[in-house]
């Protein structure tokens, strides 16, 4: 499995891109910045996109995404997720007022998007790989998901605060390779993570101890104005397995 980090901060700049992750070219994991990285051809070959939560910076390209592969595609781009997070994309995305409900262009028979609702503990299939969404911790629905193909699996933790389930699983997956975590704040903005339900370095740290061990992790999902003394308190718990993901990195597993 290739993983492409399209997008890996939880805020915008000339320089930090919002979450995106790229699978095997043709299945992207949430959508914060899809559009600013990949090129209309590469967009066009995207069929699927998995949403982890509403929250704009997971899905602020998505209805760009739509438009520029409007009739280049066979079929429609699939967005893919609980009915949690489904329902909050038709009510308050593509409802005709904030940007048009493409389910219904140019027909209803015939749309440039399906919505896909999945299951919450049910694997489910997308594209030639695998997946499980599991329910996670933060201010709005959000899940994290499992994915594998034959040889790998890899979880992405949306955006949450402490949590169990979802680490839970991952812990009984013997292909597990590589876990995507976010971690939002510095450990100087340990309360703001606590309201709005995000990890620091601190909480990060207690994390890990779910999950399995000897496994790679990822962050992503920094905000960008706290990056350096992020960095810092990272560097300050001395994990060898952890890395601070950018955009462009790839991944292969
Ligand atoms: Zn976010
Ligand atoms: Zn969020």
Not at 5 to 16: D, I, M, N, T
Not at 92 to 101: K, T
Request: proline content about 7%; glycine content about 6%.
């Amino acid at each position: 499995m290739k993983v492409r980090v399209l997008g890996a901060y939880g805020g915008s700049s000339p320089w930090h891109r919002q979450t995106s992750f790229l699978l095997d070219g043709t299945v992207a994991l949430d959508a914060g910045a899809l559009t600013q990285s990949l090129t209309l051809d590469e967009q066009a070959r995207v069929r699927s996109i998995l949403v982890t939560h509403s929250h704009l910076d997971h899905v602020a390209s998505l209805p760009f995404l739509v438009e520029n592969v409007f009739g280049r595609t066979e079929g429609p781009i699939e967005i893919i997720g609980p009915q949690d997070v489904t329902s909050l994309l038709q009510g308050h995305l593509f409802n005709d007022a904030i940007w048009p409900d493409f389910t219904r262009i140019p027909t209803h028979f015939l749309p440039a998007v399906t919505f896909r609702t999945v299951e919450e503990g049910t694997p489910f299939r997308v594209n030639g790989l695998q997946g499980l969404a599991l329910s996670v911790s933060h201010v709005v629905p959000t899940f994290g998901y499992l994915l594998w193909d034959d040889r790998s699996c890899v979880v992405f933790s949306g955006d949450t605060g402490p949590t169990e389930a979802l680490w839970a699983e991952a812990r009984r997956r013997d292909d597990l390779k590589a876990i995507f975590v976010e971690c939002s704040f510095p450990d100087s903005m340990a309360e703001i993570a606590e309201v709005s339900r995000h990890l620091t370095p601190a909480t990060l740290a207690l994390e890990m101890r779910k999950f399995p061990a000897g496994v790679p992790v990822n962050l992503y999902h920094m905000k960008p104005p706290t990056l350096p003394q992020l960095r810092a308190d990272v560097a300050a718990l001395s994990e060898p397995r952890v890395r601070i993901l950018d955009d462009g990195d790839e991944l292969e597993f």
